[in-house]
């Protein structure tokens, strides 16, 4: 509402008084954004009803005199209509008058304002509001019809910025959504989502309508077949229109559409239930998910559809035994070495979260047939190490960093290119540091500007083997290098300056291909095969650690947390909890499928500040923004050094975390590798304040178990990321013990 009450335009014109045009107009009164109306319709009947009902304040049944002196008008009519009206309309504009439509073809309109006013007119403002309703004309007016719906518009290189603006205001005054794309994309998306849609309900029906058992098939029609067919009970004649003006590309469309069409019913008659199976499941994707992904959002409904905050109220303690979410570096690798193993594998404990189903949507965008997730199960039909297939388009991986880099690996030994992109945050983040080893291997990759996303990487190169020295402890840099040495002639070796998770070694292990271990360096040789197995994902100790830092700073907690990963290459926060005389214990270990794995129960207890040794750091990367929040409620100084990676991340996590230490009353300062925290001690609280998270799922879950030792509430806000790692975090951090409220907008 707040875009309407700063939004007023004095007289506008409605030419055609239908839904679209008059639910506009009545928004616009709802919000006392205009002064005066003029309609015009070739119904004597339709206009009058306007007047009487309040939507305009007068009529003419001549067109030009209507658009005298208006501000704005909006053209409402058929899509072939639109010539005459504005031959009809053209004697009586005014110099000052904005035009625009809300035709769902834009380039037929483009045409006819070319053709009426000339190639150099700027003031046709070319849009469409993608919203609708089954009732139509004046009484079904609703001053709440574009209330979160989108309106495009298509405005061409001539438009008048003034003219544009003045629509979108108008249009953000109605409170709708307002994007903006070019006349050509507009025309071959909506071909797509709505043309060809409406085109096959039609004929559907129609094919139905004219068999012999007619009224049988009717008869027992069900919802599926009511659903998919209630368009075909819209306008004819508008239909009609837009299928003419809209030809080329519905025709091409349809085309595609024939041809895949074809192929599924060839897999049909073989009885080929994968190939079935794959199209059956990439559909339900893309259709659960096919809004996000145009609008370049996510994969999971909680995920940057609103802002999202949290509002953690002060004090509580966490109990209880429970298993948080899968391991989320194993979900990425399970889904990359299963698509290229032979065989089917089956995985168990998957993290359906952002990161770890962007990975799992890029294998099915290069033809690997996926079934799930369902309750963490993941079936994948592998299809060997040279089965993938060139993606339609641009890997989306949202915010997955992790995809990207080991990706790119992978990508660099296909035969065909592949371009990969992600979100704001994904595209800051530097990815030099796995292109430079790729191409020392022979690969072609582009980056962007900075070594940051998107990336590309062309196929077709030959890959040699290559022994590299990591420049930093990264196991994403080393995975990325040795998944390329799969298809790089000859031996590739890595060698990493400190010990990082290896995840990726096991995994290889665990599909049947050759690893050596020797120290601090890994070899493979290429030539081998991935057989399929059976993969049960351990609980992410990333996860888990938020967790523990709760339980250990919030006196009176204990809590086990059930069947984590502990991966020596991943223990770091324990071993740091423990240097700080955290109370855990480890139960219950033993090996699921190559990875380690227990129970960890944790009490609370009195942490002291520590010098945090550097060896640990690579061991604990992930979970330091859950540790500084250990730190400031322990006794004394903890200093971190050698942590410079913590700035690349999904954000620069020492400022984040030392900024929003210090709004709640910490003594914490940033170095250029580290941070140095002064602890609260025993009866420290932490202050009431707002909380940036600079988009970060951690940075927001570390503030959440803050809240524990707060004096008041903790408001986090942006935590909509929090899906990317741990769905389901509120819920059970609430039935732990802590108390937080979600709001959205």
Not at 62 to 79: E, G, H
Not at 129 to 136: D, F, K, L, V, Y
């Amino acid at each position: 509402m707040s875009a309407g009450k700063s939004f007023h335009i004095a007289r506008i014109a409605v030419i055609g008084l239908g839904l679209i045009g008059c639910s506009w107009v009545k928004g616009l009164r709802a919000r006392n954004c205009l002064q005066t109306v003029i309609g015009y319709d070739r119904n004597l009947d339709s206009m009058q009803e306007a007047l009487r009902v309040g939507l305009v304040d007068d009529f003419s049944t001549d067109i030009a005199d209507v658009v005298k002196d208006a501000d704005l008008v909006i053209i409402s009519v058929p899509i072939l209509s639109v010539r005459q009206v504005l031959e009809d309309l053209k004697p009586g504009l005014s110099e000052h008058t904005v035009l625009t439509d809300v035709g769902s073809v834009k380039g037929s309109v483009e045409r006819d304002v070319k053709a009426v006013f000339g190639e150099d007119f700027k003031r046709f403002v070319l849009g469409h509001p993608i919203a609708g309703s089954e009732r139509s004309g004046v009484t079904a007016a609703d001053e709440n019809l574009y209330v979160h719906h989108k309106v495009i518009l298509t405005p061409t290189d001539n438009t008048s910025p003034d003219a544009i603006e003045l629509v979108k205001s108008a249009w953000l005054a109605v409170e709708a959504d307002v994007e903006e794309m070019s006349v050509s994309f507009h025309d071959e998306v909506l071909s797509a989502t709505s043309h060809l849609p409406h085109l096959l309900a039609y004929s559907l029906v129609d094919t139905l309508a004219n068999r012999h058992e007619n009224k049988e098939i009717f008869n027992y029609a069900a919802g599926g077949f009511r659903d998919f067919t209630r368009i075909a009970a819209s306008s004819p004649v508008m239909w009609r229109d837009i299928f003419s003006a809209n030809k080329e590309q519905i025709l091409r469309t349809l085309d595609l559409f024939t041809h895949d069409l074809a192929f599924l019913r060839s897999a049909i008659e073989q009885d080929d239930t994968t190939t079935v199976m794959g199209v059956l499941t990439r559909a339900k994707v893309a259709r659960d998910h096919f809004s996000k992904i145009l609008a370049r959002r996510a994969y999971v409904d909680s995920m940057k559809t609103a802002s999202v905050n949290y509002l953690a109220a002060p004090g509580g303690a966490l109990s209880g035994s429970f298993r948080v979410p899968g391991d989320k570096s194993i979900s990425h690798r399970s889904i990359m070495l299963g698509s290229l193993a032979n065989g089917t594998t089956e995985v168990s404990g998957f993290l359906e979260g952002e990161d770890s189903l962007a990975t799992l949507q890029a294998f099915r965008d290069m033809g690997v047939v996926i079934e799930g997730p369902h309750r963490g199960r993941v079936t994948i039909h592998g299809v060997g190490l040279h089965g993938l297939q060139a993606p339609p388009n641009t890997l989306y991986v949202g915010n997955s960093g992790t995809s990207m880099r080991l990706l790119a690996g992978l990508m660099a030994g296909q035969s065909f290119d592949v371009e990969m992109s992600g979100d704001e945050s994904l595209s800051k983040r530097p990815m030099g540091r796995v292109a430079d080893p790729l191409r020392l291997m022979g690969a072609k990759v582009d980056t962007a500007e900075g070594g940051r996303p998107p990336m590309k990487v062309y196929g077709a190169n030959k890959l040699k083997g290559i022994h590299y020295d990591l420049p930093m402890a990264s196991a994403q840099v080393k995975s990325c290098v040795l998944l390329a040495g799969l298809y790089a002639e000859g031996e590739t070796s890595v060698t990493e300056p400190a010990p990082t998770r290896d995840h990726t070694e096991r995994m290889l292990k665990g599909f049947g291909y050759n690893v050596e271990v020797d120290g601090s360096t890994v070899r493979i040789q290429s030539g081998g095969e991935l057989t399929a197995t059976s993969i049960d994902v351990p609980s992410d100790i990333s996860s888990a650690a938020f967790y523990m830092v709760g339980a250990s700073i919030a006196e009176g907690s204990d809590i086990t947390l059930e069947h984590v990963g502990i991966n020596p290459t991943r223990v770091g926060v324990i071993n740091i909890l423990k240097a700080m005389g955290g109370n855990i214990e480890i139960l219950n270990e033993r090996e699921v499928g190559g990875e380690p794995v227990a129970d960890i129960r944790v009490r609370s207890a009195q942490l002291k500040g520590i010098h945090i040794p550097e060896d640990q750091v690579p061991l604990a990367i992930d979970e330091f923004p859950a540790l500084f929040v250990a730190a400031a409620c322990a006794e004394g100084e903890t200093v971190l050094t050698g942590a410079e990676e913590l700035r690349v991340k999904e954000s620069d996590r020492i400022q984040a975390m030392v900024d929003g230490l210090v709004t709640l009353g910490v003594d914490a300062k940033g170095t250029e590798d580290g941070a140095v925290i002064k602890g609260m001690g025993k009866d420290g609280k932490f202050g009431e304040g707002d909380i940036v998270t600079h988009h970060d799922h951690r940075i927001a879950m570390s503030f959440a178990m803050a809240s524990l030792r707060g004096s008041g509430t903790i408001r986090i806000l942006d935590c909509a990321n929090v899906a990317t790692s741990f769905p389901g975090f509120v819920e059970l951090a609430n039935n732990a013990g802590l108390n937080i409220e979600v709001s959205e907008g």
